[in-house]
């Protein structure tokens, strides 16, 4: 009964969601960008800030925290000022609006010609930016495929080992506190790609959008720039600069009248919005107060991405770690410091706990709706 009551809250929301992106969407047919649209849409950003407190579910409650309090209510305040992804064309029908607004995924704003090779259907805008920096990301190698799709066997590989890890749990009392959160890193990681990937792939199918992945293989990241800016979550990434660090990059450039180092207080910015965001979300899922530690971990790696920033463009490129050394010290200090200040929060919650709990009734509720199918099978066979 507790699992019927959760589904219908969430069915319950997302009808909510819905309705509610009809209204923003006629709100944009007939209300001029600008204050007036964003007085008529801000009823709509409370609504999203108040619906995940309706679902106690860790993932039904961290999906709809993270796709509608925060990516639609940003897209939403783009909208209201004819910016972002709902204003990039004008005669957007209805359903790709309420997807885009509500979903994870970005179209891809130069889709590759179909008659191109393999190695070619991947590349991305070549005016993609990073919101660290606000720079076009490099030139890949030649020869090498940029970021793209990814193929099916990809996604497999990484269910499998998902499923091999929530094995594993049930072993945790003799696996090493230390290892057990190296284990909740690659949980964390496969969860979220797995899950953002099936609803990019729900669009893809309904919609026939050519999208953005959402993450390009955080594990080979060289830098914090390289972390945080191109590979780890980049539709928040793509959220965020728009939203905070273009307005802050063109604020602290009129201020400091260069604006070469201007990018350092807009990343800094970017942080602490992202930082505050995370501490919503983390309310969400565990329903207590914030102790700061997560703003603590991000104000750590905005001040440290400031700092890397500055080198490079110190030494203009007179230096260069071996890329072996810089991906084995990037992946370090993310997880060091989020065994420091990140996971804390999450253990605090239970969040660890709850999910198990989940997979569990989950996996209940399969095997007893594959039997119960067998037996009627059976049945139906035996009457034949």
């Known amino acids: 009964m507790e699992g019927a009551e959760e589904m219908k809250n969430f069915t319950k929301a997302w009808l909510s ?3 509610s992106l009809c209204y ?42 993270f796709f509608v309090a925060w990516l639609a209510n940003f897209k939403l305040l783009l909208f209201a000022f004819g910016k972002g992804p709902l204003s990039s064309n004008t005669s957007i029908p209805l359903g790709r609006f309420v997807a885009i ?21 991947g590349t991305h805008s070549p005016d993609r930016k990073s919101h660290s920096n606000g720079k076009t990301k490099e030139n890949p190698v030649p020869g090498k495929p940029k970021m793209g799709q990814k193929s099916p066997l990809n996604y497999a590989t990484k ?5 091999m890890l929530v094995r594993v749990y049930d072993y945790s009392e003799h696996i090493h506190p230390t290892v057990l959160l190296i284990l ?34 955080p594990y080979l990241s060289t830098s914090l720039q390289d972390f945080w800016g191109r590979r780890w979550n980049i539709m928040v990434t793509g959220i965020l600069r728009p939203t905070v660090y273009e307005p802050v990059l063109h604020v602290a450039t009129r201020v ?14 970017t942080f602490v919005v992202s930082a505050l965001m995370h501490e919503l979300i983390f309310y969400y899922l565990g329903r207590v107060w914030p102790t700061w530690e997560i703003t603590g971990f991000f104000l750590l790696h905005g001040v440290c991405l400031m700092v890397e920033i500055a080198l490079k463009k110190a030494i203009a490129g007179r230096f260069r770690l071996p890329t072996m050394v810089a991906r084995s010290l990037t992946i370090g200090f993310v997880m060091v410091t989020g065994f420091w200040l990140f996971f804390p929060q999450l253990l605090r919650c239970k969040a660890d706990v709850r999910a198990f709990e989940e997979y569990a009734a989950a996996g209940a ?5 594959f039997h119960g199918l067998t037996w009627t099978a059976l049945n139906t066979t035996a009457t034949l």
């Open 256 to 269: 400091m009248g260069n604006r070469r180092w201007a990018s350092l207080p807009a990343v800094l910015g």
């Open 159 to 163: 269910g499998l080992l998902l499923a």
């Open 24 to 65: 923003c969407y006629a709100i944009g047919k007939f209300v001029p960008r600008g204050f007036p649209r964003l007085f008529g849409l801000l009823p709509i950003v409370c609504l999203f800030l108040v619906l995940p407190l309706n679902i106690s579910s860790i993932h039904l409650g961290g999906i709809t925290a």
């Open 101 to 121: 607004a509500c979903l994870p995924i970005k179209v891809r704003q130069n889709p590759a010609p179909k008659s191109q090779s393999n190695g070619q259907k």
């Open 184 to 217: 909740y890193c690659f949980h964390i990681y496969f969860c979220l790609e797995i899950i953002l990937a099936m609803f990019a792939a729900l669009a893809r199918t309904l919609l026939g959008l050519e999208l953005e992945p959402q993450f390009d293989e």
């Open 365 to 369: 509720f399969f095997k007893n709706a």
């Open 17 to 19: 969601v819905f309705v």
